[in-house]
Antibody, heavy 123, light 107 residues
């Protein structure tokens, strides 16, 4: 079955960087993009950006431009999200999710999702 | 930037119908998807392309989208449907946007 398995929880100091991995299985990795979505404690879902599984092209939300890098390793079917200059308000669960396209190209959604990685930023 | 607004909470009695709205400018010109998230779990896609149900999603979940509002309807609501629900849309400029989320309580 299609599955995304993420790396484990991280605790970081303010100003540090974190790199979260997302290993895909059960489908052709290069045929789909991967998005990263975060959820602060008690808050809603926030889309951060997208990376192509085919060629590594990326699109980031402007809010994260300059602080985030999303990459892929097709040899291991793994996507990565690195966030730098961490602040306390970056404390959140970070999810990877496979981008799905419906029967029309303007219908796009996420399925499935990884199990989430808790990143805690604290001094 | 594009925004999607949902009511913070909806309450429903078991067996009754719950309707969750998602409002955005000309949302009906885009396609809406809906996700269910239970406490401590990852979101699960329950409706995509306005009205379609992924394999394994019960028939009691349905969706519609017109004008400025998309709606997720849960017919014959069960206790297991108690969760947070998020709408989501995509367009070529904003890319992905999530709604503010709605907590559904089954009383």
């Amino acid at each position: 079955q299609v599955q995304l398995v993420q790396s484990g929880a991280e605790v970081k100091r303010p100003g540090a960087s974190v790199k979260v991995s997302c290993k895909a299985s059960g489908y052709t990795f290069t045929s789909y993009g991967i998005s990263w979505v975060r959820q602060a404690p008690g808050q809603g879902l926030e889309w951060m950006g997208w990376v192509s599984g085919y060629n590594g092209n990326t699109k980031y939300v402007q809010k994260f431009q300059g602080r985030v890098t999303m990459t892929t390793d097709t040899s291991t079917a793994t996507a990565y999200m690195e966030l730098r200059s961490l602040r306390s308000d970056d404390t959140a669960v970070y999810y990877c999710a496979r981008e799905q396209v419906g029967t029309v190209t303007t219908s796009r959604m996420f399925d499935p999702w990884g199990q989430g990685t808790l990143v805690t930023v604290s001094s | 930037s594009y925004e999607l607004t949902q009511p913070p909470s909806v309450s429903v009695s078991p067996g009754q119908t719950a309707s969750i709205t998602c409002s955005g400018d000309k949302l009906g010109d885009k396609y809406a998807s809906w996700y269910q998230q239970k406490p401590g779990q990852s979101p699960v896609l329950v409706i995509y392309q306005d009205t379609k149900r992924p394999s394994g999603i019960p028939e009691r979940f349905s969706g519609s989208n017109s004008g400025n509002t998309a709606t997720l309807t849960i017919s014959g609501t069960q206790a297991m449907d108690e969760a947070d629900y998020y709408c989501q849309a995509w367009d070529s400029s904003s890319l992905y946007v999530f709604g503010t989320g709605t907590k559904v309580t089954v009383l």
